[in-house]
T-cell receptor, first 114, second 113 residues
């Protein structure tokens, strides 16, 4: 089956630790995205990548970092500099980096930092 | 920058009735408006979209209307069924921001049996 996988589904970390969220896609999509979802708010873009070895900051990139070394993979690191990291994180991909086409989402990772 | 407001935040309708969710946007340059459905424990999934050169689009029980003058667009679901229960998100994007999406806050739709 083609799709996007995110692991793990739930992640717990202590404050001050960096944590990396996994996102893998086998759809052969060029573009990949990371969103943050908080209760009562819409999805907010953290980072996006339109092509391998290139990525751009979204609206809330502070305290996060990404890499895009392979077309299939777009891991997100939540650093200790992120002041409020507890949230639901969604990864998505699309055929190309133009936002006016369908984005395919993974099932998400719920991160809790205490 | 673009801002998208979505109403209501929660909508409860009787099975078989219609449901309408409304979104307004602030940037008149926005030209693409998708609607996504998020079921419990899953990521959002595109259900319908509309571009600014079209006023209405239908797909079976789902329709979207766009009023460019008033800068609002709406999702209409007719003959609602239990499987329509989910959170629905609207979004808007504009070409000069590389079409990156600005999302509404979401509407939790509850279908009562």
């Amino acid at each position: 089956d083609g799709g996007i996988t995110q692991s793990p589904k739930y992640l717990f970390r202590k404050e001050g630790q960096n944590v990396t969220l996994s996102c893998e896609q086998n759809l052969n999509h060029d573009a990949m995205y990371w969103y943050r979802q908080d209760p009562g708010q819409g999805l907010r873009l953290i980072y996006y990548s339109q092509i391998v070895n290139d990525f751009q900051k979204g609206d809330i990139a502070e305290g996060y970092s990404v890499s895009r070394e392979k077309k299939e993979s777009f891991p997100l690191t939540v650093t200790s500099a992120q002041k409020n990291p507890t949230a639901f994180y969604l990864c998505a991909s699309s055929i190309a980096g133009s936002g006016d086409i369908e984005q395919y989402f993974g099932p998400g990772t719920r991160l809790t930092v205490t | 920058g673009e801002n998208v407001e979505q109403h209501p935040s929660t909508l409860s309708v009787q099975e078989g009735d219609s449901a309408v969710i409304k979104c307004t946007y602030s940037d008149s340059a926005s030209n693409y408006f998708p609607w996504y459905k998020q079921e419990l424990g899953k990521g959002p999934q595109l259900i319908i979209d509309i571009r600014s050169n079209v006023g209405e689009k239908k797909d079976q029980r789902i329709a979207v209307t766009l009023n460019k003058t008033a800068k609002h667009f709406s999702l209409h679901i007719t003959e609602t069924q239990p499987e329509d229960s989910a959170v629905y998100f609207c979004a808007a994007s504009r070409m000069d921001s590389n079409y990156q999406l600005i999302w509404g806050a979401g509407t939790k739709l509850i279908i009562k049996p």
